[in-house]
């Protein structure tokens, strides 16, 4: 039964099945085998979750009330089947012969408080290398360098970073989620929501285009709007399909032995959380003294490397604030969460919040233009903004929602979250120096 039964399951899964692996990959699994009634729930569900859904997995994990519905009742929610979940990447090799030849696995959960702990360092040292690539992209591509992207061109600044980031959120993000959570929560979390969510900025994005529109060049800002989002959506889907073709090939290299795909699951033990913690913590206490040593020597300088280490500095409490909203994501709006459920609410404040401040600081430093002023709050506007916000997460619930059974709600998304963005930012920044 076993062989007939693989044979009937789909080598490349469809988008939706890849929206479900992230999704079980984060303890908040989805199946579109439901009653008829429930279907646009369902959905909902799945597609303003397929980005991210912050701490609730750990609350899930630890809560001793209410949870899941159990498994003999009629629930919207169904586990995955396991010929679903079966990691195709040969990751044996990272388990100890204990651990793989004992029955008893090892006990992955860490207490709460360590949970938290690890998830937060995580996201802070992911956050501050997202940030520090996202720097290089704009030196590279830029008009010191590649003369491909400009401050004064629909080809901005962070359009290579959004597109790259993109294209990895459809390798680590969508596809391999679910495999990268069972090697290690954490740098799933860590990947996904730290680097690449840092990696991409939506407030850089808005303010370019504020840019534009304060100057009255109000096509280059719409412009500028249609290619980031045209390119960034083609990227996700560019990443997720090369990301297909790559397990599609590891699926046929994978050995047939099944205890060897069984051992892939044993890799998430707790002695490794507690040893990836401390590298974290290690990791991010030497990332802050480089950083702060190094501001002080630019600062007084006011150079672009001020602006960076700046923006090390205060580039985790940027990520750890999104990681916390996106708690909202799925939880809708009304008594019982009933309306609105398909939005995003947790990225879609995240991006519309920090493009509004990103305003403010922008007003002020035209109105105050002084080189401390500018430092400073460009280092904040790189750094904490520019982390807090994000286009890879944006990108794929936009590319989840477009995949779905209804796809116009990803362009509904897509239309609220700039407009909305736009018309703050046009009202804090563009009227007062107008």
Known sequence: MDSIKSHEEPIFPTMSSFSGQAIAGTFLPVSRSLPLTFNNDADSDSVSEAGDTGDRSLQRRHSTGATLPPLNTASVT???????????????????????????????????????????????????????????????????????????????????????????????????????TRVSEFLAIGLSTGYLGSLTTFSGWNQKMLDFSADGEWLYAVLGFLFGLFLSAYSIILGVETAKGFRWLLHRRASSSEEKKQSCLKANTYKRNIMSMILMLTLLMAFLIVSATELVKEFDKGTSKAQLWLGCLVAAPGVWIRWFLARLNGRGLGKNGQYLRWVPLGTLIANVAAASVMAALATLKKSVDTPTCNTVASGVQFGLLGCLSTVSTFMAEFNAMRESDYPWRAYAYAFFTIAVSFAMGTIIYSAPVG
């Not at 990751?91 to 408080?113: M, Q, R, W, Y």
């Not at 501050?128 to 003369?147: C, E, N, S």
Request: glycine letters at 6%; one cysteine or more; charged letters at 20%.
């Open 78 to 180: 169904k586990p995955f089947p396991l010929d679903k979940t079966k990691s195709p990447l040969p990751t044996e090799f990272l388990l100890s012969p204990e651990a793989i030849n004992s029955g008893k696995e090892e006990e992955p959960v860490l207490p709460k408080s360590l949970e938290y702990i690890s998830c937060l360092t995580h996201l802070a040292v992911f956050g501050i290398l997202g940030a520090v690539t996202r720097y290089m992209l704009q030196k590279l591509f830029g008009p010191t360098v590649a003369q491909v992207t400009s401050d004064r061109s629909i080809l901005f600044l962070d359009l290579p970073a959004n597109m790259v980031g993109s294209f990895l959120m459809g390798w680590f993000g969508v596809v391999f989620k679910a495999d990268m």
